[in-house]
């Protein structure tokens, strides 16, 4: 599948993130991509994201992808039991938070976190000094989920705070993702 064969959900986490966010500059560099519209980003209530992704899915005239980071790739993963009719083709899961070590109010909402394999192909990319996810965490829900594990190194949250503005080697992973998927 080429991009141009898709639309690119990209799912923001906490805060929605800013211009130089590698996923903002996706979202503004692939033509097919659009944001997920949510109301409070700083404090993203479960229900209200997933029915976002719902209707995006629902709307979109292409097979879908969904971009997660943080706290959007565990909208998707809460929202993945709905969206098993075959309209996603695939999901690219960046710095999932582990929920249940988080201390915030945002993480309760989140819980508990589906174990299920997710209905169609997955990436998790996650980092081994990631401040919010021991590697052996995202390790272990990759596996539940039935999702390729990428092991990032040394890349904090995968934001632009650890270097990651424009992230192109993350691009080329999303690349390559999509060229694995069926095409449209």
Not at 138 to 167: K, T
């Amino acid at each position: 599948m080429k991009s141009s064969e898709a639309t690119i959900l990209v799912l923001p986490g906490l805060g929605g993130g800013t211009d130089g966010h590698w996923y903002a500059r996706w979202q503004a560099g692939l033509k097919t991509a659009e944001w997920v519209a949510l109301d409070d980003w700083s404090s993203p209530a479960r229900d209200a994201y997933v029915q976002s992704i719902l209707d995006a899915v629902a709307g979109a005239d292409r097979p879908v992808v969904l971009v997660g980071h943080g706290y959007g790739s565990l909208a998707a993963v809460h929202a993945a039991s709905d969206l098993a009719d075959g309209k996603v083709r695939g999901a690219f899961l960046a710095a999932v938070p582990d929920i249940e070590t988080a201390d915030h109010g945002v993480a309760e909402g989140y819980r508990p976190l589906p174990r299920d394999p997710l209905p169609f192909p997955s990436l998790v990319l996650a980092s081994r000094n990631d401040p919010h996810c021991a590697f052996e965490v995202a390790e272990d829900l990759a596996g539940a989920w039935g999702s390729r594990l990428v092991d990032l190194r040394e890349s904090g949250n995968v934001d632009p705070d650890s270097g990651h503005g424009p992230w192109p080697e993350g691009l080329m992973t999303f690349g390559k993702f999509l060229g694995q998927l069926p095409p449209a």
